[in-house]
T-cell receptor, first 117, second 117 residues
Framework: DTGVSQDPRHKITKRGQNVTFRCDPI?????LYWYRQTLGQGPEFLTY????????KSRLLSDRFSAERPKGSFSTLEIQRTEQGDSAMYLC???????????????FGAGTRLSVL | AQTVTQSQPEMSVQEAETVTLSCTYD???????LFWYKQPPSRQMILVIR??????QNATENRFSVNFQKAAKSFSLKISDSQLGDAAMYFC??????????????FGKGTKLSVKP
């Protein structure tokens, strides 16, 4: 169990540029989640996948955001035409869904901190 | 919509003493989970303790215990024998067990806990 891995840890970009983040979940975890955390706030849900299927998207996920999980393994989150309001910590979590939510505990990565100048 | 409220932005405790962090939530559901997560500075969020709403017995994990009052929709965390390593942001979180939003966690704004030597 190597934990949830996120890359990069920090990203500085200029407004209008596109950025892509990667998340590698714990192996054999079939669910993967993306959250956004701004300063002084708790994480807010963006989207989640069960295997390769994207099952839910938050209203926070504007058209500039897209997430993929090809082959149900790692996931990428892309932000197009970044805005200063996109500056935040982007957290990834994974879990193993078993039965009636019994083991569906979400394990978090260390996050990618995005700064849009 | 479900909400989670943490009314204490900051708390402080003396090493070896006991501290209680408060959390209230609002939901019309009867089947859900409640969590406390710890987020040390610049480190990933880790699960401290979990409570299943249909279980009346309060969860305990070593020095950490909860006081779950379902009717009052209250879920406080008690940390006994506080240690310097307990200093962190603590987030209370809710997850519905069934239905459209069964995957994502809903977080409070967090409580920053300081431990004084």
């Amino acid at each position: 169990d190597t934990g949830v891995s996120q890359d990069p840890r920090h990203k500085i970009t200029k407004r209008g540029q596109n950025v892509t983040f990667r998340c590698d979940p714990i192996s054999e975890h079939n669910r993967l989640y993306w959250y956004r955390q701004t300063l002084g706030q708790g994480p807010e849900f963006l989207t989640y996948f069960q295997n390769e299927a994207q099952l839910e998207k938050s209203r926070l996920l504007s058209d500039r955001f897209s997430a993929e999980r090809p082959k149900g393994s790692f996931s990428t989150l892309e932000i197009q035409r970044t805005e200063q309001g996109d500056s935040a910590m982007y957290l990834c979590a994974s879990s193993l869904k078993e039965g009636r939510g019994a083991k569906n505990i979400q394990y978090f990565g260390a996050g990618t901190r995005l700064s849009v100048l | 919509a479900q909400t989670v409220t943490q009314s204490q932005p900051e708390m402080s405790v003396q090493e070896a003493e006991t501290v209680t962090l408060s959390c209230t939530y609002d939901t019309s559901e009867s089947d859900y989970y409640l969590f406390w997560y710890k987020q040390p500075p610049s480190r990933q969020m880790i699960l401290v303790i979990r409570q299943e709403a249909y279980k009346q017995q309060n969860a305990t994990e070593n020095r950490f215990s909860v006081n779950f009052q379902k009717a009052a929709k209250s879920f406080s965390l008690k940390i006994s024998d506080s240690q310097l390593g307990d200093a962190a942001m603590y987030f209370c979180a809710y997850r519905m067990n069934y239905g459209g939003s069964q995957g994502n966690l809903i977080f409070g704004k967090g409580t920053k806990l300081s431990v004084k030597p």
